[in-house]
């Protein structure tokens, strides 16, 4: 533990709990105290109840003896036992423990959560959109979930190495150049673009109509496959115009970053084609280990443990009969570099749950081959599809895919207008940045709210309401603390430890104290909705406090214990927004 660790009430809890079970019941001393925050007391600890029958007592009963050792331990926090029902025990902490755990969260930078990831490497898998195309609405949510993983696992201590896996290889690509080589007056760099237009837009035009030429000419495609040929060969000229395309792609996704507000940066990026060296090695060594095998002249891994549909068991292509290697391949050669050389003790694949299959079998092949052992955590972090306002499948009404940036721009429109009903003493200047940071908010706020396995409708209107569980609700809970701090001027009091905290100050300190648990339990299971719960829980706690604990009329020494709690909520809330990556403006 560090200095700066503030260990939650629940925790401490736990531990009393814990302790008075192992002092009546020893055999039994590592069960689980099943201690929870409860309406009738602060906590309340169900042990009793699950823990009878292995004691041979009654719940009652042995609720009665846990009780009694409660109240005889020393040095927890536990001021009251009662047995209630069929035997909880119902929990009440001191007054100077609640507000002891409030001073000593004030006190420290990090609010006193422990870094419970200190040091471990975890390599976060995220982004990876695909080169001369556009980012579509599946890599909105790989961008935001992963961002927030990677912001959470950080501030829990973790060694991050971001790794934006970018769809930058493969056959489209010589298809693409030779079209490109031969309509050399088609604008696609971004200096030629007007309007707002993006290079990876034109791209993804100019490669449609490659196709539809492949298809429809066939001189075309002897041309175009030879110069696929020609950039797997090194060929200069062939490799710098992919190169340029690849380059131009990225400008076109730094722009939505920037906008998104995420930390990817050029250096994190490590595509595909970063794994070509390794592949031939990959494949040998896989061949040698006997785990891929010839089929039809190609080279496949069958699975040990799934079978298709067919009865047979599922594979991995690791060689095309034409010796080319494709995704699976160099999926293959990443998690070897991954635990390699990277030296990763945990990797989370933040990708769409329709690549499930895809990474069972990474997982799998990488682990008979001896790369992933159990010193390594592999993780699929999968998340569902983001669907239309109307709850189906996701497209423009021309039926094409949406664009990132559309939606975006739809968000900070509707942002703009709620923004405006509000906020009538603002430039223009300010409006426009309090809309962007509304609008974006908003629609991370949405996606990270939700389970992140299900899938959610992209509603705007909803996104960006003042009411409901929002991004918008949270940034503006968070600014009207901060203007009560502002109007305060000893706003840094210190806390009267011995002033009974009344219902709703309890509440909302207890609800504090529990950020430190919440973060954790992100970093833990990696669902950011916890978080996001959280958050919505503890506005609406420092809204009930609000209405019946008046700040600023109050008199010291309460009113000096009420600021803190604004202080460490509106501290609270700002780093809790800042770890699902959305602003925390303290005006809007
Ligand atoms: N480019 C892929 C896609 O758009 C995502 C890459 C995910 N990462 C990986 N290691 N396969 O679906």
Not at 267 to 292: H, K, Q, R
Not at 557 to 574: E, F, H
Request: glycine content about 8%; hydrophobic content about 40%.
């Amino acid at each position: 533990m560090n200095d700066d660790d503030v260990r939650s009430l629940n925790s401490q809890v736990e531990a009393a709990v814990s302790g008075a079970i192992g002092r009546q019941l020893p055999d039994l001393a590592d069960a689980d105290p099943v201690v929870r925050r409860s309406e009738h007391a602060d906590f309340q600890a169900n042990a009793a109840l699950a823990l009878a029958r292995r004691a041979r007592t009654r719940p009652a009963e042995l609720a009665g003896t846990l009780a009694d050792a409660l109240r005889t331990a020393e040095a927890t926090p536990v001021a009251e036992v009662t047995v209630s029902g069929p035997g909880f025990l119902n929990l009440v902490v001191s007054d100077s423990a609640i507000w002891g755990q409030i001073a000593a969260r004030l006190a420290s930078t990090r609010l006193g959560v422990a870094a419970s990831e200190q040091g471990r490497r975890t390599v976060v898998d995220y982004s990876g959109p695909n080169i001369a195309k556009d980012m579509h609405v599946g890599h909105l949510r790989t961008t935001i979930i992963g961002d927030c993983l990677a912001r959470v696992l950080t501030f829990l201590g973790a060694d991050v190495i971001r790794q934006n896996h970018l769809g930058d290889w493969g056959t489209q690509f010589g298809m693409l150049i030779q079209y490109l080589e031969e309509h050399p007056d088609a604008p696609w760099h971004h200096d030629q673009l007007t309007d707002g237009a993006s290079t990876v837009s034109a791209l993804d035009g100019l490669y449609r109509a490659a196709r539809k030429a492949f298809d429809a000419d066939p001189t075309f495609a002897d041309r175009a496959r030879a110069r696929v040929v020609a950039l797997q060969g090194g060929d200069g000229a062939t490799v710098a115009r992919w190169r340029e395309i690849v380059a131009e792609s990225e400008f076109a996704f730094r722009e939505i970053y920037d906008r998104l507000g995420v930390l990817l940066q050029p250096e994190d990026s490590a595509g595909e084609s970063f794994y070509n060296p390794w592949l031939p090695e990959v494949v040998e060594e896989l061949t040698a280990a006997g785990i891929a095998v010839e089929s039809d002249g190609a080279l496949v891994a069958l699975s040990n443990e799934i079978t298709g549909p067919d009865g047979n068991p599922v594979t991995l292509m690791v060689r095309k009969t034409d010796g080319g290697y494709g995704y699976d391949t160099t999926d293959l050669a990443t998690i070897r570099y991954r635990i390699r050389d990277l030296k990763a003790d945990r990797i989370l694949y933040v990708v769409d749950a329709r690549q499930a299959l895809h990474f069972t079998l990474i997982f799998e092949a990488a682990r008979r081959a001896g790369w992933l052992t159990d010193d390594v955590d592999v993780t699929h972090v999968a998340f569902g599809t983001v669907l239309g306002p109307d709850g189906r499948p996701f497209k423009t009404r021309s039926g094409d895919t949406v664009k990132l940036m559309d939606l975006l721009d739809a968000a900070v429109d509707a942002a703009s207008a709620t923004v405006l009903d509000r906020s009538h003493d603002r430039s223009d200047e300010e409006l426009a940045t309090i809309a962007a940071q509304a609008g974006i908010g908003a629609v991370k706020y949405a996606d990270l709210s939700t389970s992140r396995i299900k899938d959610y409708a992209f509603d705007v209107e909803r996104m960006v309401s003042f009411n409901g569980n929002t991004g918008v609700y949270l940034q503006y809970a968070h600014t009207r603390i901060c203007s009560i701090l502002r109007k305060a001027a000893d706003a840094n009091a210190e806390i009267d430890p011995t002033i009974p905290p009344h219902s709703a100050e309890r509440v909302l300190a207890l609800q504090l104290d529990a950020f430190g648990d919440a973060v954790a339990e992100v970093g833990r299971d990696l669902e950011p909705h916890r978080l996001g719960g959280y958050l919505f829980d503890l506005a609406k706690a420092f809204t009930d406090f609000y209405e019946s604990c008046p700040v600023l009329s109050a008199e010291p020494p309460v009113r000096n214990n009420r600021l803190a709690l604004c202080q460490l909520t509106a501290r609270t809330l700002g780093q809790g927004l800042d770890l699902l990556g959305i602003a925390a403006p303290e005006r809007m």
